[in-house]
């Protein structure tokens, strides 16, 4: 279909949002609602969320792009913190004596949710889901949904990754994004179902710890959870228990399951998954069933060596920033995800750092299923304050908990680069939110290493990152060449550790490096070091990437980048992913060939 404001093609985003906690029954709310700036901010005031009297909006955008990009119909990047939509629905028949949820995968940074006039939600965070239960404000004769988001696009201290607070980009910051940006869908729930759930490997033990959070415990009459694994066509372990409490942990035996064998762990040369069923049973009936996967895979530090699967594995990694031309923080479709993911690995990497980014839940389907590493980074705020403690805090907390079941996931980042910290060596407060964010990511994962800050001025960390963009492949080799040489460098005039905290045997991986700038036109962008043609290029390439092989210290490497984002070219595809030199080329140089 066209979009009459803009002349280019409308993408519906129809996929199933949640790929990891499947019902079957949903529906979806993507597509065209009304739209309404509202910069003079009186739209609560004037009671713009009532159905009685609709306040006209003077514009139509497709739902899930935001405003700022050429997919939502309006292409406006300009200054706009407050924004209004509203849409109608109806809740199918079938659905009667079932509880509504309403569901948004993000809003950024602030929603607030009406249905049919009342108040149904509030949330603040800008790249993590929330739901509502809309059951009691519906109506048999047609409803409606309003939202209003608010920004603060001048703001610092907001946690933003690259949203620039300025209104044009330049130099590392990129278009903003303001209101809806990931997909909003509706499911019919029993009064009992299951809320979460958290899938736990143990590749030791052969076995998986399954945490069951259910609501509308205690319900009347008897509960009892019914497990189902499988993989492919074989049906692997079931398991049934009574519920004693609205959060369970249960541990299932896999006995098909060997460290060699019939080589069932995830890797990302071997992506294998298993299919769980979850059904919630009350007084022997079935009243909700959840589709969900994962992966037998372990990360750890062993003697020293960052391993998979018991074993030392060299991560080879690339910055992948999530941004698309005319979606912005939003891909046009779910085959852009996909794609995404397979010219990683056709490149030779094995994983992503998702860069200033919590990605889109179909992305790390797609890691899943195909095999590729990620390490979960959050979008960080610039400058520091109590308020932004505040809002991090609790948005890290939601990202940890949506994204912990992914098997992709290996890696958790919660600062990059003293962003939002930016006086950590020297102020006592900073280096204290650093260590809180460390710690309080431990207790709610314990299975997967967290990273200090990445990049420098660490403090107590599981590795070592480093962020060097030397260009000089004789430096690099030297640097790279003892860990007391790897962490007494300073890139960037930047010490590696601060707050009395120093070198304690880590992995040590260099998580950014390259960036080098190259177009097949005219060099006219920004980059950390420029390639004259594509020869060149290539060239620039080896001398920074051997020197990761060669080094008897490093136990990985992330790439800057993996395409070109607005104004910054340093990509190894444009920002149309169209490859800057043949792929099997990049491929050899990134495995060290």
Known sequence: MKNTEANHTVYPRAEYPRPQFVRKAWQCLNGEWEFQFDDAGVGEKEYWYQTEKRVPFSHKINVPFAFQSKLSGIGDPSFHDVVWYRRSFEVPADWKNKRIILHFGAVDYIAKVWVNGQLAAVHEGGHTPFQADITSLLREDGNTVVVRA????????????????????????????????????????SPAHLRKVMITPDIDRNEIRIRTFVEGYPASGD?????????????????????????????????????????????????????????????????????????????????????????????????????????????????????????????????????????????????????????????????????????????????????????????????????????????????????????????????????????WEHMTTDLVTIHDYESRQEVLEQRYQTAESAVEAMPANRRIFVGGASYQGQPILVSEFGGIAFKKSEWDGWGYSGAENEEDFLIRLKAVVD????????????????????????????????PKAPLEAIRSIMMGR
């Open 150 to 189: 608010e920004d603060f696009s001048r703001d610092v201290t907001l946690p933003r990754g690259k949203q620039y607070w300025r209104e044009k980009s330049e130099s590392i910051f990129y278009t903003r994004t303001t209101g809806i940006w990931q997909s909003v869908w509706l499911e019919p729930v």
């Open 223 to 455: 509960l009892k959870v019914q497990v189902t694994v499988t993989f492919g066509n074989d049906r692997i372990a079931e398991d049934q228990y009574s519920l004693r409490s609205s959060e369970q942990l249960r541990a299932i035996g896999l006995g098909d399951f060997t460290d060699h064998g019939q080589g069932r762990l995830w890797s990302p040369e071997h992506p294998n998954l298993y299919d769980v069923e979850f059904r919630l049973i009350q007084d022997g009936e079935v009243v909700d069933e959840v589709q969900s996967y994962f992966g037998m895979r372990k990360v750890s530090i062993e003697d020293g060596k960052l391993c998979l699967n018991n074993r030392p594995y060299f991560q080879r990694l690339v910055l992948d920033q999530g941004y698309f031309p005319e979606g912005i923080l939003t891909a046009p479709t779910d085959e852009a995800l996909k794609r995404d993911v397979e010219l990683t690995k056709e490149m030779g990497f094995n994983g992503v750092r998702k860069h200033q980014k919590t990605e889109d839940p179909r992305f790390l389907y797609w890691c899943d299923r195909l095999g590729l590493l990620v390490w979960g980074e959050a979008a960080n705020a610039y400058e520091y304050s109590e308020e932004y403690v505040r809002r991090f805090t609790r948005e890290w907390q939601e990202i940890v908990e949506r994204d912990y079941n992914h098997p992709s996931i290996v890696t958790w980042v919660p600062l990059n680069e003293s962003w939002g910290v930016p006086n950590v060596q020297i102020d006592v407060r900073q280096q204290q939110h650093g260590l809180a964010m460390y710690h309080l990511t431990k207790s709610l994962d314990d299975t997967r290493p967290v990273v200090y800050n990445d990049g």
């Open 547 to 578: 020197p990761m092989f060669s080094s008897p210290v490093i136990q990985g490497y992330c790439y800057t980048q993996l395409t070109d984002v607005e104004q910054e070219i340093n990509g190894l595809l444009t920002y149309d992913r169209e």
